[in-house]
């Protein structure tokens, strides 16, 4: 095993009031980068749905993508933790087929960990899961795989009883065996209730300032997607803009002829 930051370390970053910094990847070369750069963990996201796939749901990523990604961006990591999304079509079935699709994402996509969605519904396959030894994130609060049932992409746990209901379920889930937790727009007073409430760390995405730990889509950090712009997202990079532009100016360079020089020729 090559990576040198483990669960256990994760943890203790909680208890140490150390926080935790995950970004996802998709590919090796990003994976590289996000690597040495030094951030804890890396989330092979079905976002992948969206960003690189051009969906409008992370609904039709399927496990043969999931795995096909997950053992992509483990060859460009040497050091952080490295979880991979168990995609929605993987474990609305029976537990028995959950278990194995778990499996085949730690044996061949080569991961330390999985994500998986929801509450108290799949508290018994966390459990399955971390008793056969395959470690699981959980994730709560928006889960984008349920957005038809939630009804868009909107701030979850606003109500008192929302909020009691997801409060419960991050219970559950550390109860069942989660490692960790992903809690996504969600209202700050709430991520701070759930974080307070677990000895598990909480890592949030449009969660404010009081999880554990923070999690943001590489290209949405990257200023890749030039029209994303939701409330919790700040842009580290104008890439989108700079990527244009060096097409750009290449395209140019080729129409005049100014690349390639005498230096790029043999
Ligand atoms: O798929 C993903 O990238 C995620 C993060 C947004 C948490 O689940």
Redesign the pocket.
């Known amino acids: 095993m090559r990576q040198t930051v483990t669960i256990r370390k994760l943890q203790k970053a909680k208890r140490d009031g150390r926080r935790i910094s995950m970004v ?1 990847a998709y590919d090796a070369t990003f994976a590289r980068l996000i690597d040495q750069g030094g951030a804890d963990a890396i ?1 092979v ?3 992948l749905g969206n960003v690189i796939q051009g969906h409008g749901t ?1 609904l039709p990523v399927t496990l043969e993508h999931m795995i096909y990604h997950c053992a992509a961006v483990m060859r460009g990591v040497t050091r952080a933790h490295v979880v991979g ?1 168990m995609p929605f079509i993987s474990y609305r079935g029976s537990e028995d087929d959950a278990v194995h699709a778990a499996c085949r994402l730690m044996a061949e996509g080569g991961v330390n960990a999985v ?1 998986l969605e929801g509450g108290r519904s799949i508290a018994n396959l966390v459990a399955r899961l971390t008793t056969a030894g395959i470690p699981v994130m959980g ?1 709560l609060g928006l889960t ?1 795989q349920s957005v038809h049932q939630l009804g868009g992409f909107r701030v979850q746990g606003r109500a008192e009883d929302d909020a009691q209901r997801l409060l419960e379920d991050a219970r559950i889930l550390e109860e069942s065996g989660a490692y960790a937790i ?1 809690l ?1 727009m969600v209202p700050q007073a709430l991520a701070r209730e759930v974080t307070e409430a677990l000895t598990i760390p909480t890592i949030g ?1 449009g969660a404010g300032p009081d999880t554990d730990g923070q ?1 943001l ?1 590489c290209y949405d950090l990257l200023g890749m997607n030039l029209d994303f712009q939701p409330k919790f997202l700040k842009k580290y990079a104008n890439l989108g803009e700079g990527i244009q532009q060096a097409i750009q100016t290449y395209c140019e360079e080729v129409q005049s002829g100014a690349f390639p020089a005498d230096e790029h020729s043999f």
Request: glycine content about 6%; hydrophobic content about 35%; proline content about 7%.
């Open positions: 996802t989330l996201g079905d976002s992370t999304d994500k994730h984008p992903v996504e995405i999690v889509v």
